[in-house]
């Protein structure tokens, strides 16, 4: 990581602009030319980061713009402080989010089924997000929770939630304008709220907020989950409710989309270089009275325009956060521009010391109960999550090579093979998607964490053992490429295959050396996510004789204990000719 003063520089070399005009505001929001504005602070992807993300933020080096640097950025201190320095000096402002603000989270969020982090959420006074697709990871009857409240008793991690009291849900509102009750046709959540600012001496400006996600959640998280719930179309989703808000006087109209695209350039890069991704599609039909889109679920951070319209996203895991600047005409309410940047998240030494519940005092947030919540909570994880549980000689990355394998894929997929090899299975198939972080040696030992591995298989699957024949393995494969984006499996040891040419080869498909035969049945180990015919693996459903064993944490503990110290193997078990860097599903 680079010193702190790097960081500071990298702020007000990028960002000088936009905190010159914040201190030059007047106490009303007014600007220059009788306009009035309103700021907006946005962010996505949180995932449940309360602790500050171990891989920190890419960032230009402000000394030299052929370099990039790594800042120490998140946690909950540097993003409840960073959110009220943004605020500052802009009383018309409002805190809004685009999805997965929880799930695929960390060890310190996710055992307590997220509810550290929606109280956090409640203590940074976020006022609306739209639903993301991890927010359904544990189904609509756990995200209803979540917003409403209420405490889960936890089969699987052994613990009840609501520690040492009630959990009230989330002070704020999701919203979900495309996800219906199948059967009635109602919305899950409200489609959209209006937000009234009022400037001193001038008319109330009204800004409505609409919230999607993407259509194609349903295939991304456990089917049983969502069974019931329509996914509809993004963008006629949103232009249905334009009639709506406008006839209700709304003056612009914001759109908050768990959705997103890709940019090869920085994240306050505004020329936006490359930009591409499903998120163009999508605004490209929208209303032209959608002026601003606050987006997400690539991870990418981008500050773009898009004709008139604008599109931002933070990045991921609150190492980002977004101040966008609305100016109106204080007569008519008209909206004159905007004004957007994104604002790292950075970490001190002395807050990387604090303690959560500590740390969240340093922010000045006056609610005492949230802060000893917080704190209540680490304390109860701390002994757990510390415990070292295996060794490594090298980091495990998650990313795919050009053949779709990763070193972390790998040791995943052996582990669940060993845990299911008792019950027959011969190979092992996790699904990219499922492994949230690389495991990175923390000491000079090699030593990792019961809570490293929790946060690379954050969310408790199931393993479920099946029969398929030696055809339905190999449409299992080419399923793997049926997608507008590449999904690769990870696959266990002894089982081999390759690509030409995006191509799968028959006679390359092999188990201990041995082509598979069609019409032989061969015993398969998958996560109940994947057994349910997760991320569209629709031939894994078709699965007969099938026994559910273990969890997919639990193999993985058992793993690292019986094999340390781990060295990855060479990722050797699928080649390829032709092929392109795959994505990873976030």
Known sequence: MIKQSIGVLLIESLAACALISCASQATDGAGANNTFDVRLIAFNDFHGYINAPDEGLPAPDPQDASRTVTLAAGGAANFAAQVHRLQTGHPANAVVAAGDLVGASPFDSALFHDEPTIELMNAIGLSLSSVGNHEFDHGREELLRLQNGGCRADGVRGRDTCIGGDFSGAKFHYLA?????????????SPYEIKTFTALGGRSVRIGFIGLVLKGTASMVLPSGVAGLGFRDEAASANALVPQLQAKGVDTIVLLIHQGGNTSGSFNDHACPDFSGAILPIVDALDPAIRLVVSGHTHQAYICLRGDRLITSAGSYGRLLTAIDLHFDRSSGALLGFDADNFPVIQTQADADQSVGDSIASADDPNDSIKLSLSRYEKISAPLGQRIVGHLNATLSRTPNVA????????VADSMLDAAHADGAVIAFTNSGGLRQDLRPQSENGAITYAQVFASLPFGNALVTMNLSGAQIKALLRQQRSFPQFRPLQISRGFSYAWSGGKLVDSSVKLNGEILADDRPYRVVVNEFLAEGGDGFRVLKQGE????LGHDLDAALAYFSAHSPLT?????R??????MLPDVQH
Do not use: W
């Not at 779709?404 to 040791?411: F, K």
């Not at 004789?545 to 559910?548: G, P, V």
């Not at 699928?574 to 092929?579: E, G, K, L, N, R």
């Open 177 to 189: 304008a495309n996800v219906v009750d199948a059967a009635t046709g109602q919305p899950l959540f």
């Open 568 to 572: 990855a193997a060479p990722q050797n």
């Open 574 to 579: 699928i080649s390829c000719v032709d092929c």
């Open 545 to 548: 004789k099938r026994r559910e």
């Open 404 to 411: 779709g394998e990763s070193e972390l894929g790998d040791v």
